[in-house]
């Protein structure tokens, strides 16, 4: 099968990407009014649960089948033959997950119809196959299908949602778009199995090895979902719990314009390589991600702080005041987890050092769960996120420490200090402006953004940062052409 351009990868997976980053700042506004923060609490704090038996219905499949696909794909027989093998024990475990949540379902009394919303969910994964066309390179595919649904999904929300009291159509919708999503994958599927025997499937010997990818996955759960249920269940706080969700999704959202589209796209390619032995070129990828990353990450953490206290009000409306301090705190994730997300997949997972990363993150899931215990009850939500950060960083400490030389503590201030120089005095400029200048809000803001991004790149140009330098180039390679 013929090997996908990295570039136009990630030009799809950029698209997608981008849909992914327009579609909140369309429907949260709206969501964050129509609902409330008590809602949307209820609706974290929900999926929180399910989430958990999802992690159990996918064991890890979603890293491992890329992985395994990446460097098989040249034998298509043997692909297909890993294809039906993996999926038929996702089925198996995710059947055993929806009868548990089914039961755990019907145990909650006030939660329960959302809970039964939420089912969905469960069967997503059951019968989540993007894995086989990641491991392939096949991102167009990923991308079409899902960015039909994604955009049915939104116009059903902004049509349907017109009161508190449909929440359980928010729950429906969003699940139910999810399943939608995952199954329209399945179409592509002729064009790219070939026939096999189903007596020659060895499903048993996957277990063993999905459960190395699966345990990361649970620990890295315990900071990323497990402290939306320690909030809920000990404050028992739907605000604040509703605070939380806000401050984490639009984070989300963030990370994903950072580093999510060139992770998926470049870890599947390097896990190629590895295959291969093409241990330079892996060197240089990891390099350039990371000053990519960076480049973004820094950008976007001095800009939220600068911003933060303007855009809250102008994009979630009134009674979110809390979010603004959230968002202050949450904002180092980006960068933190940009480092430690970019060699998790650019190097830990393709070189099949998947058990030595998952001590880390068990270490850090542990850390997160200490600190979350004694931090909450106090602190609630901002507890939870001092947690968060002390887990992540550790883990990226970590990660850096234990990456063989594929990334060092030098290389990573060579790439940064530039950066952290444009992005203060990006932040000092606009801190300046926002203090002097008064004007109508959602004016002050667009302004800010876009003097703050002019800002950042004209210092870089200045200091002559290498990300900025690329970048021109290939400005200028195009205008050339």
């Not at 855009?311 to 959230?326: A, E, W």
């Not at 400490?397 to 060092?408: H, K, N, P, R, W």
Request: overall charge positive; some cysteine; aromatic content about 12%.
């Amino acid at each position: 099968m013929k090997q996908e351009s990295i570039r136009k990868n990630y030009i799809y997976r950029l698209l997608y990407e981008i849909l992914v980053l327009i579609t909140p700042f369309i429907t949260t506004p709206y969501i964050s009014r129509v609902l409330g923060a008590d809602k949307i609490g209820i609706y974290s704090f929900a999926v929180s649960n399910v989430t958990y038996f999802t992690l159990i219905g996918a064991l890890g499949t979603s890293s491992y089948g890329a992985k395994e696909i990446a460097q098989h794909r040249d034998n298509l027989k043997e692909a297909s033959k890993l294809f039906w093998e993996i999926e038929l024990m996702t089925i198996i475990t995710s059947g055993l997950a929806l009868i548990g949540w089914i039961i755990f379902s019907s145990i909650e009394k006030d939660l329960r119809v959302y809970y039964y919303a939420l089912i969905p969910n469960i069967l997503a994964t059951m019968f989540d196959i993007s894995w086989y066309f990641t491991g392939y390179e096949k991102v167009k595919y990923l991308v079409t299908r899902n960015s039909i649904i994604k955009i049915v999904g939104v116009i059903l929300l902004l049509v349907l949602v017109k009161s508190q009291e449909d929440l359980i159509l928010y729950f429906v919708i969003n699940s139910t778009t999810l399943l939608l999503g995952n199954i329209s994958m399945w179409a592509y599927l002729p064009r790219m199995l070939t026939k096999v025997s189903f007596r020659d499937l060895e499903i048993k010997r996957h277990f063993k090895e999905t459960l190395v990818y699966f345990i990361p996955t649970v620990a890295t759960s315990v900071y990323t979902v497990l402290d939306k249920t320690l909030i809920g269940v000990i404050t028992g706080d739907n605000y604040e719990s509703g605070y939380y969700e806000q401050a984490t999704r639009f984070i989300k959202i963030v990370k994903t314009l950072v580093f999510v589209s060139v992770n998926a796209v470049v870890g599947t390619r390097i896990s190629y390589l590895f295959a291969n032995k093409k241990y330079k070129e892996i060197k240089n990828r990891i390099a350039n991600s990371m000053d990519y990353i960076l480049f973004l990450g820094i950008g976007c953490v001095y800009g939220i702080i600068a911003v933060a206290n303007r855009f809250v009000p102008v994009f979630y409306g009134d009674g979110y005041d809390q979010v603004s301090n959230l968002l202050y705190y949450m904002s180092p994730l980006i960068i933190i987890i940009g480092i430690s997300n970019c060699l998790g997949t650019q190097y830990y997972t393709p070189s099949g050092q998947r058990k030595r990363s998952a001590i880390v993150i068990v270490v850090g899931a542990v850390v997160n769960l200490i600190a979350n215990l004694f931090l909450i009850p106090n602190y609630g939500t901002k507890g939870a996120t001092v947690g968060s950060i002390l887990a992540e960083g550790l883990i990226c400490i970590l990660y850096v420490q234990m990456s063989d030389g594929y990334i060092t503590w030098k290389e990573l201030f060579e790439v940064s200090y530039k950066k952290v120089i444009a992005g203060s005095i990006m932040l000092i400029i606009i801190m300046i402006i926002d203090h002097y200048i008064t004007i109508r809000p959602l004016l002050m803001l667009i302004i800010e953004i876009v003097l703050g991004v002019i800002v950042y790149c004209i210092v870089l140009l200045i200091l002559k940062d290498s990300m900025l330098i690329k970048i021109k180039k290939v400005a200028m390679r195009i205008l050339h052409r």
